[in-house]
Nanobody, 124 residues
Framework: QVQLVESGGGLVQAGASLDLSCVVS????????MGWFRQARGKEREFVAA????????DYADSVKGRFTISRDNAKNTVYLQMNSLKPEDTAVYYC?????????????????WGHGTQVTVSS
């Protein structure tokens, strides 16, 4: 059974930093991609960043490029999202997800498993 557990959300002021973690367990597939998505109240879930677990290929949404960094620790089965220079518009529930494919996709429909999410709130 695949499980993804996010942690690290919280309330911060604009300009601050926050680090999210997602521990993955139960994966038997070798070639996969980990992604971070977010969903603000009343909006669609949107792509934030993704990383191919094996090659390390990265992709970022334009809105976070240069501010957010995705990384992974293979030994700990953990994917991270380091968020710097946070803005009020970054406020959302952040979800990690896994795609059983080496293709680094931006569309949520490509992802097979999801965590329950962690709330990030950025005050102005």
């Amino acid at each position: 059974q695949v499980q993804l557990v996010e942690s690290g959300g919280g309330l911060v002021q604009a300009g601050a930093s926050l680090d999210l973690s997602c521990v993955v367990s139960g994966l038997s597939y070798i070639w996969y991609t980990m992604g971070w998505f977010r969903q603000a109240r009343g909006k669609e879930r949107e792509f934030v960043a993704a990383i191919n677990w094996n090659s390390g290929t990265l992709d970022y949404a334009d809105s976070v490029k240069g501010r957010f960094t995705i990384s992974r620790d293979n030994a700990k089965n953990t994917v991270y999202l380091q968020m710097n220079s946070l803005k009020p518009e970054d406020t959302a529930v952040y979800y990690c997800a896994v795609q059983q494919s080496p293709y680094v996709a931006r569309t949520k429909e490509n992802y097979d498993y999801w965590g329950h999410g962690t709330q990030v709130t950025v005050s102005s």
